[in-house]
């Protein structure tokens, strides 16, 4: 199990697939990791709106497609690791800073992507 010291950190991961979003939640919250289920970009808004600040945010291609959700992400990409799970046959359009992974992966690849993510950001 993952500990940090300073304060748990958050990750979102955002897909309107529940298969996606609830898997690759359970196994980071199984390492320890406070993650957070979203369904769409537009909740993100509101969830930093709350005041919660994620560190990562796992994000599924398909919510790229629209363009103020897009340019919102990007916006937030600029400070904190976004990482866009994609397809390789129809790809999402490009979001600036963002990290790709490509379909087809395991939901192990893409906690293991955020794992390293987090200890980078706890050094």
């Not at 406070?34 to 709106?49: C, F, I, M």
């Not at 103020?68 to 690791?81: K, W």
């Not at 994609?86 to 790809?91: A, E, G, I, L, W």
């Amino acid at each position: 199990m993952l500990y940090f010291a300073a304060k748990m950190q958050i990750v979102f991961v955002v897909s309107p697939d529940w298969t996606l979003r609830t898997a690759v939640r359970a196994e980071l919250r199984e390492a320890g990791v406070d993650a957070l289920g979203l369904e769409t970009a537009d909740d993100v808004g509101k969830a930093l709106a709350r005041g919660m600040a994620p560190s990562v945010v796992v994000i599924d291609g398909a919510e790229l497609e629209n363009s103020s959700a897009r340019e919102a992400l990007a916006n937030l990409a600029r400070h904190v690791t976004v990482i866009v799970v994609d397809s390789r046959v129809t790809p999402a359009p490009e979001l600036i800073g963002a990290e790709r992974l490509h379909r087809p992966l395991r939901v192990r690849d893409i906690v293991t992507r955020v794992l390293a993510r987090l200890v980078a950001l706890a050094r």
